[in-house]
């Protein structure tokens, strides 16, 4: 069964720290990873990694995966209060548009 | 593009009540999936299809019907509501393809409570 872990479950920083978020999982024929950011309404897409040690990057926020360990991290960078959400990863295995998700890691930022 | 569209944004229903949650994309996705969220447990899903016509069963299917009869409409039906079943509750669609690396984008979720 396709499983998803995140780690820490919620953490609690200050503006301009940095954060590093865990994702690892177990899952059959591995087709990409999927990281979400939801604000007390729906997901909205982060980014997709498919390829070992390529790290996708958009402003503070980068993420990378290791298909041999089977994790990925995102980190976030110069953390402002608007970073404060509950970040989600997925993964998409053997069946297309099928995602099996983490918990999510609460993320608060305070200024 | 209106995306991915859900109604209602809230409901609240009875035990044993029916009712069904509408679900529509105008973007021409074949995927479309119904999750379920609840405290700590991250999205769960509940029914996916392929393209019209194809339906499947995702990891919580109990006490929820699912028919694809267009490309676009996904209405997720629950036929005897429970309490258990209080939840908020996303669609989501995605493209298809053969290299189907795609995101899925949600709709703004329903919130429906069952007393």
């Known amino acids: 069964e396709d499983k998803v872990v995140q780690s820490p479950l919620s953490l609690v920083v200050h503006e301009g720290d940095t954060v590093t978020l865990n994702c690892s999982y177990e899952?059959?024929?591995?087709?990409?990873l999927l990281w979400y950011k939801q604000e007390k309404k729906a997901p909205t897409f982060l980014f997709m990694l498919?390829?070992?040690?390529i790290e996708k990057k958009s402003g503070r926020l980068s993420s990378i995966l290791d298909k041999k360990e089977l994790f990925s991290i995102l980190n976030i960078t110069a953390t402002q209060t608007g970073d404060s959400a509950v970040y989600l990863c997925?993964?998409?295995?053997?069946?297309?548009?099928?995602?099996?998700f983490g918990a999510g890691t609460i993320l608060r930022v305070k200024s | 593009n209106a995306g991915v569209t859900q109604t209602p944004k809230f409901q609240v229903l009875k035990t044993g009540q029916s009712m069904t949650l509408q679900c529509a994309q105008d973007?021409?996705?074949?995927?479309m999936s119904w999750y379920r969220q609840d405290p700590g447990m991250g999205l769960r899903l509940i029914h996916y299809?392929?393209?019209?016509?194809?339906?499947d069963q995702g990891e919580v299917p109990n006490g929820y019907n699912v028919s694809r009869s267009t490309t676009e409409d996904f209405p997720l039906r629950l036929l005897s509501a429970a309490p258990s079943q209080t939840s908020v509750y996303f669609c989501?669609?995605?493209?298809?393809?053969?290299?189907?690396?795609?995101?899925?984008?949600f709709g703004p979720g329903t919130r429906l409570t069952v007393l």
């Open positions: 989501a669609s995605s493209l298809a393809g053969y290299s189907s690396y795609n995101e899925q984008f």
């Open positions: 899952v059959t024929n591995f087709r990409s």
């Open positions: 498919t390829s070992s040690g």
């Open positions: 997925a993964v998409n295995g053997r069946t297309r548009g099928k995602l099996v």
């Open positions: 973007m021409n996705h074949e995927y």
């Open positions: 299809s392929v393209g019209a016509g194809i339906t």
